[in-house]
């Protein structure tokens, strides 16, 4: 099967054109969706390369989708994780689908759990813990649930790339679709404020958490740096 992945500095990103697809995509192969954004291709390294190249990277963030427009794909859209776990909640829940939640701290997941039992009724929820496996016995015990319970789809939030390398492990024993969520589960649950839906729909959601976070300074010089080296055709 021909590759559509787009290789920017090494790093191959499908230029989905909206949820549908990507939904559709996963769906019919299962695997390891991975949120790419400027700083995970500018920042690239071998490991990181590795992870995201044997799984199915997304666009997360304007700076990736400006850099594939620059190569030719103009309906590729960003797709963020935070909206896109729901999505897929969302689109499987009353198809009788399973999920599974790992990630952020034992209240913030219980709270999750809460809502999206109120958000989708009947929604079924194979399991759930927290995000701090300290140990190898943590995370045998966690990888044996997971195949003895067999959900459809495991979303891990627990940042990168600590969350990828734990769903390849599962992913090995228990093939299903998996998301790494980094911390959406605290956006979920109002414990993180998101950016306003202008800023989001405006994509300036970048300009926002500067305001509030102006230590952010340095992390948004590289994404400056990034579009620049987009524009001058260097990624």
């Known amino acids: 099967?021909?590759?559509?992945?787009?290789?920017?500095?090494?790093?191959?990103?499908?230029?989905?054109?909206?949820?549908?697809?990507?939904?559709?995509?996963?769906?019919?192969?299962?695997?390891?969706?991975?949120?790419?954004?400027?700083?995970?291709?500018?920042?690239?390294?071998?490991?990181?390369?590795?992870?995201?190249?044997?799984?199915?990277?997304?666009?997360?963030?304007?700076?990736?989708?400006?850099?594939?427009?620059?190569?030719?794909?103009?309906?590729?859209?960003?797709?963020?994780?935070?909206?896109?776990?729901?999505?897929?909640?969302?689109?499987?829940?009353?198809?009788?689908?399973?999920?599974?939640?790992?990630?952020?701290?034992?209240?913030?997941?219980?709270?999750?759990?809460?809502?999206?039992?109120?958000?989708?009724?009947?929604i079924n929820i194979v399991n759930y813990r927290n995000g701090y496996i300290r140990t190898e016995e943590e995370k045998r015990l966690l990888i044996t649930d997971i195949v003895e319970k067999k959900p459809d789809v495991v979303f891990v939030a627990m940042g990168s790339p600590k969350q990828e390398l734990l769903m390849e492990e599962m992913y090995q024993q228990h093939e299903a679709i998996y998301q790494g969520l980094g911390g959406s589960f605290d956006v979920y649950t109002g414990n993180v404020k998101r950016a306003p839906k202008w800023w989001v729909d405006h994509n300036l959601e970048f300009a926002y958490r500067l305001v509030k976070q102006p230590s952010r300074i340095k992390r948004q010089i590289h994404l400056v740096r990034f579009l620049l080296m987009v524009k001058l055709g260097m990624i």
């Open 1 to 122: 099967m021909q590759d559509s992945r787009i290789t920017l500095n090494g790093v191959k990103v499908h230029p989905f054109k909206g949820f549908t697809e990507l939904l559709d995509y996963v769906q019919g192969r299962k695997g390891i969706l991975v949120a790419i954004n400027a700083e995970k291709i500018l920042h690239a390294t071998e490991q990181t390369r590795e992870i995201i190249n044997r799984n199915i990277g997304y666009c997360d963030g304007i700076g990736a989708v400006m850099a594939l427009e620059k190569h030719g794909y103009k309906d590729v859209v960003k797709i963020p994780g935070c909206e896109l776990w729901l999505k897929i909640i969302g689109s499987l829940y009353k198809k009788g689908k399973s999920f599974y939640l790992i990630g952020s701290q034992q209240s913030v997941i219980g709270n999750t759990v809460v809502k999206l039992k109120e958000e989708f009724p009947g």
